[in-house]
């Protein structure tokens, strides 16, 4: 169903576009300059497809929106590990083997078919009847991982995950023993200059800035426990990382191939967002939510204590 806002300017002139962006928190800027583009916003009775007009003290305007469009996915019963869940945010602990967002080879069985499965009564976002996603992991990395069901939640937690106010914490455990008790590696990473499918550590020019900060939680012979906190979000950043430092991620495949069994079956890399820290949208108030270890991760961890 279409819904409809009526506003009564009584503040000094403004734009148009700027006007409702202060007062229809809801929905984002760009959203409200489409709006006006396809004529759904009356001043004094009249279409305005203007976002640049000024509108005046008394002015009155109507905002029509119309309902969401489905998104051409298939809602797919597919169980979810709820963290928290209220109106405005959902926080997720994804199993490894599950895609986060339909890609090519994957348009079924994604986090995104089960949430529109779980939350029928999606908003819209951006106009389409969508979970927010606004962060991912990767297809076997485990964790939490967080859900925005509004467009408001969406555009707030979006801001928080680029101004770094959102923190995400990992554990991995990894091959080797890192010298130092913690570091900071800050390194560009962008597509691998040969294998296309893979991501590295790259040239300043070609890649994008990568700040992953690091420390040694428990040593355990030739591997090592690690706490990693993301400080920005790349691909397979901590991945990459972890191997340019010369301690790939036990189980990863693409960037520690060729490294020795651990004699645990492990269904991907052992890699785990355990910890997602942020500020409500509404509230302001600070959410910290922990994913417990999937149990092939601490079986890896009993194996690995036996041996010392």
Not at 156 to 174: N, P
Request: glycine share 6%.
């Amino acid at each position: 169903m279409s819904s409809q806002i009526d506003l009564s300017v009584e503040e000094t002139p403004d734009r148009l576009d700027r006007y409702l962006a202060d007062r229809v928190t809801d929905l984002s800027r760009s959203r409200l300059q489409k709006l006006i583009e396809q004529g759904h916003v009356q001043v004094n009775g009249e279409v305005c497809t203007s976002k640049k007009l000024e509108v005046k003290l008394g002015d009155r305007i109507q905002i029509d929106i119309p309902a969401a469009q489905p998104l051409e996915l298939q809602a797919e019963n597919i169980p979810l590990d709820i963290l928290y869940e209220d109106d405005s945010l959902l926080i997720l602990n994804k199993p490894a083997g599950l895609v986060v967002h339909p890609s090519a080879g994957h348009e079924a069985g994604t986090m995104v078919n089960a949430l529109l499965a779980h939350c029928p009564t999606l908003p819209g976002i951006n106009g389409v009847q969508r979970p927010g996603i606004v962060h991912r992991l990767d297809k076997d990395t485990t964790g939490a991982i967080a859900v925005a069901k509004t467009e408001q939640a969406f555009h707030h937690l979006q801001e928080q995950f680029r101004t770094k106010t959102a923190r995400r914490d990992y554990l991995a455990i990894v091959y080797g023993a890192p010298p130092q008790e913690k570091g900071t590696i800050d390194q560009p990473i962008g597509r691998h200059p040969v294998e296309r499918q893979k991501m590295a550590v790259v040239p300043e020019e070609k890649g994008r800035r990568a700040i992953t900060h690091w420390h040694v939680k428990e040593r355990l012979g030739n591997f090592t426990l690690m706490e990693f906190e993301l400080e920005t979000g790349r691909t397979h950043q901590i991945r990459v990382h972890s191997a340019f430092m010369g301690h790939p991620i036990v189980g990863d495949q693409v960037y520690g191939s060729g490294r020795k069994s651990v004699n645990v079956n492990l269904p991907g890399q052992a890699l785990h967002a355990w910890r997602l820290r942020l500020r409500h949208p509404l509230t302001e108030e600070w959410v910290v939510a922990i994913a417990p270890l999937p149990s092939t991760f601490k079986k890896l961890l009993e194996v690995l204590k036996r041996r010392l």
